[in-house]
């Protein structure tokens, strides 16, 4: 599937839309749900996401045989924006298993007193039960890079080229992408070419995968979907798609050989539940 098919797609969104989740199927007074990670392992489809009670965010997870019919979800550690180390092309969307585990980056407070995140890095053998990494914060905010001032959130963790590669976005006057890598998840270098992408404003979570040869980096912002796209992941160049009116908020997309599928969520009667949409692609 071209990327022409997906440009075309993302400045005019439609297809069937259903709902995916929403908090009445959490309960234990879960208002919101937000930033889904979907990923297929052993059959079944898994998606992940952020469950908030309006205080304290938590990550949560259902698994599903067709993507549609969705078991109960399950509530696990505190953190949101999750994303789990998985294959780059956005149509091969299987986690990886890096020492035999899985590895799922997340923001949870950091020690600002303005609020400001830090990224965290749990593991797991089952996709179920996460521990925490050692040392479970792998990046938090620099006081040496003032674009980081107001801390850190929707983490992207890729490998590529023996090393692993974690995109964040910061915020302070403005909002930003920055990357720091790492051969053994330990030790974290931030990219000298930081910020690497100046958002026009903020996201909540952006999407990045390999699409055909290059790589897609996709926000849906309040004014509309903005995308950069780069061919070695440091030299990005920036493009507006098209002004949004719906409520697309923390793209993730997918394709497979039936069409394209976006996750994202939206506002519905007071809270957030998750969605996807599907364009069919050919007959």
């Not at 899985?102 to 053998?125: C, N, Q, R, V, Y």
């Not at 674009?147 to 959130?153: D, H, V």
């Amino acid at each position: 599937m071209d990327e022409k098919i997906l440009e075309e797609f993302l400045k005019n969104p439609s297809g069937q839309t259903e709902r995916l989740l929403s908090p009445e199927d959490l309960g234990n007074g879960i208002r919101s749900l937000d930033d889904p990670f979907v990923i297929h392992h052993q059959d079944y489809w898994w998606v992940f996401f952020t469950a908030s009670d309006g205080v304290t965010d938590r990550i949560g997870w259902a698994v599903s045989r067709d993507g549609t019919r969705w078991q109960t979800p399950t509530i696990g550690p505190m953190g949101a924006n999750p994303w789990i180390l998985r294959h780059n092309d956005w149509d091969e969307p299987i986690p990886k298993m890096r020492r035999g585990l899985f590895w799922l980056t997340s923001i949870t407070p950091g020690h600002e007193e303005d609020g400001g995140g830090a990224i965290h890095l749990a593991f797991s053998e089952d996709l179920i039960s996460w521990q925490p990494f050692t040392p479970p914060i792998v990046l938090e905010p620099s006081p040496e890079e003032e674009w980081e001032g107001k801390g850190l959130q929707a983490p992207v963790l890729l490998e590529k080229d023996g090393f692993f590669w974690l995109f964040y976005e910061a915020t302070n006057f403005s909002s930003s992408v920055g990357l720091a890598q790492s051969r053994d998840l330990v030790q974290w270098s931030r990219s000298i070419s930081n910020p690497l992408v100046r958002l026009p404003e903020p996201s909540r979570r952006f999407f990045l995968s390999r699409i055909e040869k290059r790589w897609w980096l996709l926000a849906d912002q309040p004014s509309g979907w903005v995308a950069a796209v780069s061919d070695d992941l440091s030299e990005w160049e920036i493009t507006r798609l098209c002004r949004q009116t719906r409520d697309f908020r923390s793209p993730y997309l997918i394709a497979d050989m039936k069409g394209i599928s976006l996750f994202y969520s939206s506002e519905e009667q007071g809270s957030r539940s998750l969605f996807r949409l599907r364009l069919q692609v050919g007959g």
